[in-house]
């Protein structure tokens, strides 16, 4: 077992070039966590130079007028009472681990990886978009981190009408904005990806009769991340006038973020003391944990390939260059 | 003295503007039909006809057929609640029952029957009728209320409500969590609807009716401390939290039918005051309501820490309440000090003067369109409203 997973980390240290051998064999159980956050870490970053500058929620200053810049006042009472809006506001400001705000690189990047010639840059529209999809997303984020409290607790109550208020202001605020892109099949997209992550937050993932186990997790992640990433592709090729790529897009969108979610699970397997509670558990009963790590690894790296064959769709570019390295980086 | 000199003026106004639209008789009972919901236009009929040029004139309606003003509107909204509910099926079980609660047909939809009567007023003053501009303006009926609907649910865990329409509240049947879901859900599927409407303009008012509804709650947590200010900002929430989905739902509509900037700021105008004038007395309502009972808890609006209208006017008479207001009622005894204070001074007198002006002005905005059965509708709608102040 050591042996194997040694042999994985000298794999990845020499597939991955950039890495630091030293990284992948001082640490002995989170070793594939790092070499994932460094590799990540490096396309995200690489990739944010491509397209100039990251997103940013740069548009919200013109409407923050005196009332809304009271949210500060709002969530530093909220400090020290455990409201997960205060992590997720937490997240949003302080980000060193480029996590957060990949959503709208992804935007920018599939904007500026459909350009023919090399002169064509970001369309103004274009980056609106990224903006409203970080929007969109921020506003989930802080949403299911509404608490449910069965008595009284000020200290929470409060929490919970911040968050209720803060995540109406982003979804509101990305309604006027998708207004002013004047499209309205944009509009519709993105209306049906809110949707869409309303309704995973009710999905169970458990296998019926018709589904295994694995096939409700998909499902649930299709709806919950896949369907906003993929819309949002799909619409920064309609902004961009990109009609031949447009499938390929939303393709890579859907493939990306469900390969990001199975990361994401298999880091947080890897990192869990209680194995058998974790979701990848009930995916894969009865199964050694060993050999749901690898089955798992397996239905990641299946998106992670299929979301590389749709770049192949686009012209070889800096940002397509781009995806395919951040695409790449999930597979450790 | 000076009330009663409005009330008459009103009057006066009133029958003026409906004697020029129906030529309905004289006296004090030109308006008597007008505060009755269940008037039948059947007897008006031959009048209303005669003000009536163009379209109707050479349709012939059998006499039976004819319905009330308030049939008028409600013909158009049949079936609005089963139109929602189907368009918020396409989810998993638990959400689409969630989303559907509020939607049961027992809400007064008031919302849209004023977007509906505006919608047909401004059809008729543009000899507007095609089938496809009424099927859209419907949708804009439909829309309202959901947006409506999915504020009531997020207000409802923001302020702990327990229950609503006689009913537990959707957060007490489900929990906050999904309830919050479950309101942007209901956003969503009406952002999709207002999409396949294909109409650039409408998205760009029903966008910014988000956008005030979220600034409205927010100006409501804040109070001013600069006292001059303090009306202002309280008129700005009304608008915000209120008065705009009606405003915008009734300038959409007008659009939809081909209305240049004028008529649709007729639209936005009524549907602003109307608004105003409603919000205004559903504030009165919260005082007068508690006042006739005694020992009663006194207005729900002080208990959530609410300055309104009745307050702000009394702070003008009582410099006492200032701080009360500023500390949003929140020490022992505050909002009992405030209501009696309110009762002792001009605040629900000077409330209802300002709710009749915004209900005047609206009158004044529909009187510039062509007479019609609807537009005579949206006269009786505001004068109903001030009827809830008696």
New interface residues.
């Given amino acids: 077992m050591v042996f194997r997973s040694c042999l994985i980390r000298w794999k990845t240290h020499h597939l991955g070039s950039s890495i630091h051998p030293v990284v992948s064999f001082s640490r002995s159980l989170f070793a594939s966590s790092q070499v994932y956050q460094t590799s990540w870490v490096q396309a995200v970053s690489n990739a944010e130079k491509v397209v100039g500058f990251p997103t940013s929620f740069l548009s919200l200053r013109s ?1 923050a ?4 810049s ?1 949210i500060a006042v ?1 969530l530093k009472k909220l400090i020290g009472t455990g409201h997960p809006l205060i992590t997720t506001a937490k997240n949003l400001v302080y980000s060193n681990d480029k996590t957060h705000q990949t959503r709208g690189l992804l935007v920018l990047l599939m904007s500026k990886a459909a350009k023919k010639e090399s002169g064509q840059d970001i369309l103004p529209e274009q980056r609106t978009l990224a903006e409203i999809t970080e929007l969109v997303h921020t ?1 989930h984020l802080i ?2 981190g ?4 069965n008595t ?1 607790n000020a200290n929470l ?1 409060m929490g ?2 911040m ?3 803060c ?3 982003f ?3 990305s ?2 904005q ?3 892109l ?1 499209n ?2 944009v ?2 997209l ?3 990806a ?2 869409d992550y ?2 995973a ?3 169970e993932v458990v296998a019926s009769e018709n589904d295994s186990a694995l096939d409700r997790w998909t499902q649930q992640m299709k709806l919950r991340y896949g369907s906003l990433i993929a819309h949002a592709c799909q619409s920064t090729l309609i902004l961009g006038n990109n009609v031949d790529l447009i499938e390929a897009g939303k393709s890579f969108g859907l493939e990306i973020a469900l390969a990001w979610q199975a990361n994401n699970e298999i880091q947080s397997y890897q990192n869990n003391a209680n194995k058998a509670d974790h979701v990848l558990s009930k995916l894969f009963p009865e199964t050694p944990s060993v050999d749901v790590l690898s089955n798992f690894q397996a239905v990641r790296d299946r998106h992670v390939d299929a979301a590389l064959k749709m770049l192949t769709a686009f012209p070889q570019n800096d940002a397509s260059l781009a995806l395919g390295n951040i695409v790449r980086a999930l597979k450790y | 003295m000076v009330v009663s000199a409005r009330i008459t003026n009103l009057l006066a106004y009133t029958s003026r503007t409906v004697s020029r639209v129906s030529h309905l008789g004289n006296g004090t009972s030109r308006y008597q039909w007008l505060l009755s919901r269940n008037t039948s236009l059947l007897q008006l009929r031959s009048k209303i006809q005669t003000a009536v040029p163009s379209i109707t004139s050479n349709v012939s309606v059998p006499k039976e057929n004819i319905p009330t003003a308030d049939t008028l509107v409600r013909s158009d909204l049949e079936g609005l609640y089963e139109d929602i509910r189907e368009g918020l099926n ?6 689409r029952q969630i989303a559907r609660y509020y939607f049961n047909g027992e809400g007064k939809a008031i919302r849209p029957v004023i977007t509906m009567c505006m919608a047909r007023a401004i059809n008729y003053h543009l000899d507007q009728n095609s089938p496809g501009v009424v099927q859209k303006q419907k949708k804009i009926a439909q829309i309202a209320e959901m947006i409506h609907t999915a504020s009531l649910v ?1 207000d409802d ?2 302020d ?1 409500a327990d229950s609503r329409r006689s009913r537990p509240s959707v957060n007490i049947l489900w ?4 309830s ?3 309101g ?2 209901i ?3 009406a ?2 609807m ?3 409407l ?1 109409n ?1 303009q409408v ?2 008012l029903l ?2 009716v ?2 005030d ?3 409205g ?3 409501q ?2 109070a001013r401390e600069n006292k001059d200010e303090r009306f202002a900002h309280y008129s700005e929430k009304t608008f915000k939290k209120t008065a705009s989905l009606i405003a915008y739902s009734c300038q959409a509509v007008s659009v939809l039918s081909g209305a240049d900037s004028t008529l649709q700021s007729i639209a936005f105008q009524y549907g602003r005051q109307l608004g105003m004038a409603f919000q205004l007395v559903d504030d009165l309502l919260d005082f007068i309501a508690t006042s006739a009972q005694v020992g009663k808890p006194v207005a729900a609006d002080l208990r959530l820490g609410l300055a309104t209208a009745p307050v702000l006017f009394a702070a003008q008479k009582f410099s006492e309440l200032n701080p009360l207001i500023m500390r949003r009622f929140q020490e022992p005894g505050d909002a009992e000090t405030a209501f009696r204070l309110v009762l002792r001074s001009d605040g629900l007198q000077r409330t209802k003067e300002l709710a009749r002006q915004y209900c005047n002005d609206a009158v004044t905005q529909v009187a510039q369109l062509t007479p019609s059965p609807y537009q005579q509708a949206l006269v009786t709608l505001a004068h109903q409203l001030l009827h809830r102040m008696k």
């Fill in positions: 409407v007028n005196d009332e809304i009271n709002y506003a949403h299911t509404v608490i449910n409290l009284p109550e919970n009408k968050a209720v208020l995540g109406d202001f979804l509101a605020h309604c006027v998708l207004a002013t004047q309205l099949k509009v519709e993105i209306a049906q809110i949707s309303s309704t937050e009710f999905i | 396409n989810t998993q079980p638990e959400l997020h865990v923001i702990v929990g906050q969590k999904k919050i879901i479950a942007d859900f956003l969503a599927v952002s999709g207002l999409a396949r294909q650039q998205i760009i966008s910014q988000l956008a509804l979220v600034q709650e927010f100006m947590l804040g």
